[in-house]
């Protein structure tokens, strides 16, 4: 069962448009949830993570939207380019098991010039 | 800061022989370090958690047996994949938890070491 659910599976969008990630979780415990970007052949980074009590957080041109009563979070990335090609996670995390991540399947993000 | 480092980056090695990989916080101490496999076009999946000083946890359907981990001081934890075959390809990634930082939730991650197997 697919605790962290993530769509689309890949995104093409144009230079300068919206970028629009979204996930869904089943578990009520989680209270992290982080979006990590990741390039070929590299480890993930951490993009912008935020906790349930608040709905929204923005960093640059990363923006989450936290919609606790829908399990529902979501990615925007502003003004996209082609440098932001690139794979993005979703993941989950809640107290105990030393926090370990619950990830999404992946979005493979295209940018076109 | 927050700087996590693997060695090696890539290895090669023939089937039925055993690799290490090594992962090193560089500026902070780690409680928690997590080993992860990724297949290509695929998303990661946990191998094992290991804390200092303690027996690593292992994910169901993970052999621990084949995925030794040792996480003998608070920067350094090894995984060795024993008697590898082709199908153990892949590429291995770990990740660390600051220990003065805990309640950040962060997890850092290092570049990742890609291992073939022929």
């Known amino acids: 069962q697919q605790q962290v659910k993530q769509s689309p599976q890949s995104l093409i969008v144009q230079k300068g448009g919206i970028s629009i990630i979204n996930c869904a979780y089943e578990?009520?415990?989680?209270?992290?949830f982080p979006w990590y970007q990741q390039f070929p052949g590299k480890g993930p980074a951490l993009l912008i993570a935020?906790?349930?009590d608040v709905s929204e957080k923005k960093e640059g041109r990363f923006t989450i939207s936290f919609n606790k009563s829908a399990k529902q979070f979501s990615l925007h990335i502003m003004d996209s380019q082609p440098g932001d090609s690139a794979t993005y996670f979703c993941?989950?995390?809640?107290?105990?098991?030393?926090?370990?991540?619950?990830w999404g399947l992946g979005t493979s993000l295209a940018v076109n010039p | 800061g927050a700087v996590v480092s693997q060695h090696p980056s890539w290895v090669i090695c023939k089937s039925g022989t055993s690799v290490k990989i090594e992962c090193r916080s560089l500026?902070?101490?780690?409680?928690?370090m997590f080993w992860y496999r990724q297949f290509p076009k695929q998303s990661l999946m946990l191998m094992a958690t290991?804390?200092?000083?303690?027996?690593?946890?292992?994910e169901q359907g993970v052999e621990k047996d084949k995925f030794l981990i040792n996480h003998a001081s608070l920067t350094l934890s090894t995984l060795t994949v024993t008697s590898a075959h082709p199908e153990d390809s892949s590429f291995y990634i770990c990740?660390?938890?600051?220990?003065?930082?805990?309640?950040?939730?962060?997890?850092?991650f290092g570049p990742g070491t890609r291992l073939t197997v022929t």
């Open positions: 500026d902070f101490q780690a409680t928690t």
């Open positions: 993941a989950a995390s809640r107290g105990g098991n030393n926090r370990k991540l619950i």
């Open positions: 935020i906790r349930p």
């Open positions: 290991s804390n200092e000083g303690s027996k690593a946890t292992y």
């Open positions: 990740s660390a938890r600051d220990l003065e930082r805990l309640s950040s939730y962060e997890q850092y």
């Open positions: 578990n009520t415990a989680f209270d992290y």
